[in-house]
């Protein structure tokens, strides 16, 4: 293993999904909105502390006949 890298995604309602990550030289983030069948993704990624760069993604999708967001998935925690 060679490198490591790592994310979170929280949904605090079913129309919002936040993310961050990072990795060796980087930094992620990105959200999600979602309304009436579409929804917009954001990510953001610094590339490399040395090229001091950075790169923006987005799309916009469209679920036919999806009138409300889906539900984000709730693990259930349980203490033994």
Do not use: C, V
């Amino acid at each position: 293993l060679s490198t490591l890298n790592g994310g979170i995604e929280i949904s605090p309602i079913a129309a919002l999904s936040l993310r961050a990550g990072a990795g060796k030289d980087y930094f992620t983030s990105g959200i999600t909105l979602r309304y009436a069948g579409m929804a917009f993704h954001y990510a953001y990624q610094t590339q490399s502390e040395f090229s001091g760069t950075a790169a923006n993604y987005f799309s916009i999708n469209y679920a036919e006949g999806s009138e409300t967001p889906e539900e984000p998935l709730n693990p259930t925690l349980s203490a033994r």
